[in-house]
């Protein structure tokens, strides 16, 4: 049975949909208010990653978990679910 993170994104499969399904807001909020750039700290697939004056949003690799709906202490980040039948599939193990 898998039991570290990374073992367990093993048993995930992902079918991207064309559109993102998270929006940052508001770029200059990161750029200028959030110094640790939370997101990319509790992401647990590194979806967020800086680079530089912006933040890049890798939403293919987004396993759903929701931290992101809550951890933005800006409110800065617009998430709703994957349209119909796209996204991260689980499976289990
Ligand atoms: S946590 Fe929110 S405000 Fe901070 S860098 Fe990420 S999206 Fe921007
Ligand atoms: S929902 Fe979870 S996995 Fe997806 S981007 Fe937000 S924190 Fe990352």
Same mark, same amino acid.
Request: aromatic residues 12%; hydrophobic residues 30%.
């Given at each position: 049975?898998?039991? $570290?993170?990374?073992? $367990?994104?093993?048993?995930?499969?992902?079918?991207?949909?064309?559109?993102?399904?998270?929006?940052?807001?508001?770029?200059?909020?990161?750029?200028?208010?959030?110094?640790? $750039?939370?997101?990319?700290?509790?992401?647990?697939?590194?979806?967020?990653?800086?680079?530089?004056?912006?933040?890049?949003?890798? *939403?293919?690799?987004?396993?759903?978990?929701?931290?992101?709906?809550?951890?933005?202490? *800006?409110?800065?980040?617009?998430?709703?679910?994957?349209?119909?039948? $796209?996204?991260?599939?689980?499976?289990?193990?």
């Amino acid at each position: 049975m898998a039991s $570290k993170i990374e073992e $367990k994104l093993y048993l995930t499969r992902f079918q991207a949909a064309e559109q993102s399904h998270l929006t940052v807001i508001d770029h200059d909020i990161c750029l200028t208010k959030c110094e640790e $750039k939370w997101c990319t700290h509790f992401c647990p697939t590194d979806v967020y990653r800086w680079e530089g004056t912006r933040m890049h949003v890798g *939403y293919e690799g987004c396993v759903e978990c929701g931290s992101c709906r809550i951890g933005c202490p *800006y409110g800065n980040i617009h998430w709703v679910y994957p349209e119909g039948g $796209k996204g991260v599939v689980y499976r289990l193990a």
